[in-house]
């Protein structure tokens, strides 16, 4: 049995090495021309995305990955005192196990499991699927046609597959109230352990380095009254809004806004998008990942979704021994509440992470001090009073699935 799955991001390689595992025949295409180091952003895997790198065999890699991160010190807008949180004290409110990774050593990780079992076909995209009775009739921009038996789109928030199979993102996208931008800049605060920033109203900027990084990044979240123009490709508009945003703003941000803004080796600018789709599977398609259920980029733990959500489907497939009609539902139905937590927590984040009057940005101070200076738990539960679902991920169990081949080697070929 044949499944085509498009993107070879975190969710696309994790899907392929399940259904290779299980006895499938795996293709991956992938619109970057190589395994892609984009000079990415750190993201981050809790506990049951861990188990499911456990089960893969690759906790070691991904250990030895850790950004090393480990204290967040900024200070209020107005106010040079410098306040200083432990992470780890912080995500163990969140969740009991944590690892903050770089996105491009994550993918370099799962794509290096899987490379030697499943064929790949880089710098290349689909441009057309047909279903009809006996597959999906694939046409690629570059590539000859090809029928599968099935299509996954694991290609991200803005998904091909989706668009072709679903229709406009802008069908699916609810923006959240923020905006992010993350560049590139020489280390020049010299920040190995930790991030540091500055918090405003509405807007905060953070700088962190990396254990194994050349360089550091500088990230901007803020919060506009209302939702702003812009073109996706057009970065000198992006550039302008995020100047004309955090005008005024203290500490290093006029260095930031300035020659580091300029000449910045990598540049991402996006708002804070949710995709809400009430099922993400039709015929022989389905998505996973960002492509189907992405609760907002940068606050909602989507990585964490996204490797859970390709376990599952890859393990409901495995169960049904490839029958979609029974494994997608199956899908759905498994992650759906996960998704739904996740996208409430994500809503939650976006307005919290960035506070919005100076009152929140008090609260904020306090809570910094709450988690720095009492025990866990308690620090738990009285955050917890005040955000609710805080404990997500630690709240999926993960079903098991079949360990070896679930579908025989003649039907794989
Ligand atoms: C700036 C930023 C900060 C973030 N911070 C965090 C964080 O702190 N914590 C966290 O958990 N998550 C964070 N995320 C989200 C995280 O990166 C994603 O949720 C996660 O990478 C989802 O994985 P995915 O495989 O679904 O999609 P992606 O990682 O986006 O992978 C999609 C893949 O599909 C490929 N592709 C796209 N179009 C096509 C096409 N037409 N044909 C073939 N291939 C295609 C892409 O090149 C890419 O390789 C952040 C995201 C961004 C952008």
């Not at 049995?1 to 392929?16: F, K, Q, T, Y």
């Not at 910045?264 to 492509?291: C, E, H, K, N, P």
Request: charged content about 25%; some cysteine; overall charge neutral.
């Amino acid at each position: 049995m044949r499944i085509l799955i498009s993107g070879a991001g975190v969710a696309g390689p994790v899907l392929a090495y399940w259904l290779n595992r299980y006895g499938f025949a795996v293709t991956v295409v992938e619109r970057a021309p190589a395994p892609r180091e984009t000079g990415g952003h750190a993201v981050d895997l809790f506990r049951p995305a861990l188990d499911i790198v456990d089960r893969m065999g690759l906790t070691q890699p991904v250990q030895a990955a850790k950004t090393g991160t480990e204290r967040l010190s900024f200070r209020a807008e107005n106010d040079g005192r410098l306040h200083t949180l432990e992470i780890g004290r912080l995500m163990r409110v969140v969740s009991d196990r944590h690892i903050e990774v770089m996105r491009d050593d994550l993918v370099k990780i799962f794509y290096e499991a899987v490379r030697h079992g499943v064929e790949h076909l880089f710098g290349d995209s689909i441009t057309a699927l047909a279903e009809n009775a006996g597959g999906v009739d694939v046409t690629f921009e570059r590539g000859a046609a090809r029928r599968f038996d099935l299509v996954i789109g694991a290609d991200g928030l803005h998904s091909n597959v989706r668009r072709l199979v679903f229709g406009e993102e802008s069908r699916f996208s609810t923006w959240i109230g923020a905006y992010l931008a993350v560049m590139s800049i020489p280390n020049y605060l010299g920040l190995r352990d930790r991030m540091e920033g500055v918090t405003g109203v509405n807007r905060m900027v953070g700088v962190y380095g990396g254990a194994h990084l050349d360089d550091a990044r500088a990230v901007f979240l803020f919060r506009p009254a209302a939702e702003l123009g812009y073109h996706h490709r057009d970065v000198d508009r992006q550039k302008e809004l995020l100047r004309r945003h955090f005008a005024g703003l203290g500490w290093e941000v006029p260095r930031l806004l300035g020659e580091e803004l300029d000449n910045a080796t990598t540049f991402y600018f996006d708002s804070i998008t949710q995709l809400r789709m009430d099922g993400w599977s039709r015929g022989r398609v389905s998505l996973a990942g960002d492509a189907g259920y992405c609760p907002g980029p940068a606050v909602g733990g989507s990585t964490s979704l996204a490797v859970v959500g390709a376990y599952v489907l890859a393990g409901e497939l495995a169960e049904a021994r490839g029958d979609h009609t029974r494994a997608f539902p199956a899908y759905e139905r498994e992650i759906g509440g996960y998704v739904r937590r996740s996208r409430t927590f994500a809503v939650g984040a976006a307005r919290r992470f960035v506070p919005a009057t100076r009152l929140d940005l008090w609260s904020v101070i306090q809570g910094v001090r709450l988690i720095n200076h009492i025990p866990t738990p308690i620090a738990r539960a009285l955050v917890g009073l005040g955000a609710r679902g805080l404990r997500l991920h630690d709240e999926v169990v993960l079903k098991d699935y079949p360990r070896g081949p679930a579908v025989k080697a003649d039907a794989a070929g």
